[in-house]
Every structure is written in C-alpha cells, then in structure tokens.
C-alpha cells in the first residue's frame, strides 16, 4: 500500500475518541491521552516523499497526489488540541496553515509545476512542524511504538 493510500485510509477512518468531563459540545480533556489514532510515522514519511520530489513537468500529477494527502493530514493536525491559546508558536502555525490553506492559495491546474512544487513544499513544511508539535505533546514513545 503507497503512503498516499495509507495516508488517504487514515484521514476517512479517523474518528476522536470519547471525552471524559464533555459538555453536548464535546469539549474536553480525551479520557485516554493514548487513544488518538493519528499516524505520525506516516505524516512523517508522505513529508519526506515531499521534500525529495524534484520538479519536473512530468511529475505533475504526483505533486497533486501527495498535495491532496498533506493538505488532508494538515487538516487532520488542526483539528488537534495543540494547546493552541496557551503557545504563542503554535498559534502562529494555526494562523499559518489557515492562511496557506486558503482556496486562493492553492495552485490551480493551468499554474506552472514549480508553483504546485511550492506549495507542496509549504504544505509538507508546516505539516513537519504541526506533527513534530503532536508528537511532542503526546509523548514520543507512546507514538514510535504504535
């Protein structure tokens, strides 16, 4: 299976664990800190895919492939709770990725290839950033051993 399909797999399966202490807004501490189920050994390999793809008009569709995939686990991140208004860094990478993620940000399929290539690149970076910050926050051992 490629990382897009696992990374793909991921995003459309994940689902937040119940929270212990929630309101009928879901709002809350998760009952089990080692319940989320997000991939970072994937997040972290469609990252590397990224960085290393050259740019070449012929790797077009590729680009588009894994731009999707990033943009799908940046989305997954930012649903997080990254403890976003008590860190200042990560409050920038919030205001970051919301801007990188806006509709006219995103190439269009008439742009160049190397525009695409950026903005992967972008996307690839921030979500580096983002997946490093969870990690962090959940423990590195508890994640490397999933």
């Given at each position: 299976?490629?990382?897009?399909?696992?990374?793909?797999?991921?995003?459309?399966?994940?689902?937040?664990?119940?929270?212990?202490?929630?309101?009928?807004?879901?709002?809350?501490?998760?009952?089990?800190?080692?319940?989320?189920?997000?991939?970072?050994?994937?997040?972290?390999?469609?990252?590397?895919?990224?960085?290393?793809?050259?740019?070449?008009?012929?790797?077009?569709?590729?680009?588009?492939?894994?731009?999707?995939?990033?943009?799908?686990?940046?989305?997954?991140?930012?649903?997080?709770?990254l403890n976003f208004d008590l860190d200042p860094a990560?409050?920038?990478?919030?205001?970051?990725?919301?801007?990188?993620?806006?509709?006219?940000?995103?190439?269009?399929?008439?742009?160049?290839?190397?525009?695409?290539?950026?903005?992967?690149?972008?996307v690839a970076d921030l979500t580096s950033r983002l997946v490093e910050t969870y990690?962090?926050?959940?423990?590195?051992?508890?994640?490397?051993?999933?």
């Open positions: 299976m490629s990382i897009e399909s696992q990374a793909k797999t991921q995003a459309e399966t994940y689902e937040p664990k119940a929270t212990s202490g929630a309101g009928s807004a879901g709002i809350g501490e998760p009952s089990d800190p080692q319940a989320y189920v997000i991939d970072v050994g994937t997040i972290r390999d469609t990252v590397s895919v990224a960085r290393e793809m050259p740019v070449s008009r012929d790797a077009r569709p590729r680009i588009a492939s894994i731009t999707a995939t990033l943009v799908g686990m940046l989305e997954l991140l930012l649903g997080e709770d990560v409050r920038g990478m919030y205001q970051a990725a919301y801007r990188l993620l806006r509709i006219n940000r995103r190439p269009m399929s008439g742009d160049p290839t190397v525009m695409a290539w950026e903005y992967m690149r972008d990690a962090g926050q959940q423990g590195e051992a508890e994640i490397d051993g999933q």
